[in-house]
């Protein structure tokens, strides 16, 4: 079964930082590209970032390049996402997705004010 657990969210001021985690069970994770999306209030869910399955290759949406970055340790099967520099608009709900069937995780809320 798979089952994505994220955590790392919380209040925090313009320009501060974060560490999203999300943790992953089942043994889908290896083999399977991850992704971040996130939901402000009001608006339609929206894809941050994504990482192929050596974590090698990784992509951000234009408005986090240069501020957001993710990562994954297969060892822990665990996926993150350092935000830095953050900004106001960048407050909604951050979940963690498998592109191996498409599950979300329950997502973890991040303020920025």
């Known amino acids: 079964q798979v089952q994505l657990v994220e955590s790392g969210g919380g209040l925090v001021a313009p320009g501060g930082s974060l560490r999203l985690s999300c943790v992953a069970s089942?043994?889908?994770?290896?083999?399977?590209?991850m992704s971040w999306a996130r939901q402000a209030p009001g608006k339609e869910l929206e894809w941050v970032s994504g990482?192929?399955?050596?974590?090698?290759?990784?992509y951000y949406t234009d408005s986090v390049k240069g501020r957001f970055t993710i990562s994954r340790d297969n060892a822990k099967n665990t996926l993150y996402l350092q935000l830095n520099s953050l900004k106001t608009e960048d407050t909604a709900m951050y979940y963690c997705?498998?592109?191996?069937?498409?599950?979300r995780g329950q997502g973890t809320q991040v303020t920025v004010s």
């Open positions: 997705k498998t592109d191996f069937d498409g599950t």
């Open positions: 089942g043994s889908f994770f290896n083999h399977s590209a």
């Open positions: 990482i192929n399955t050596g974590g090698g290759s990784t």
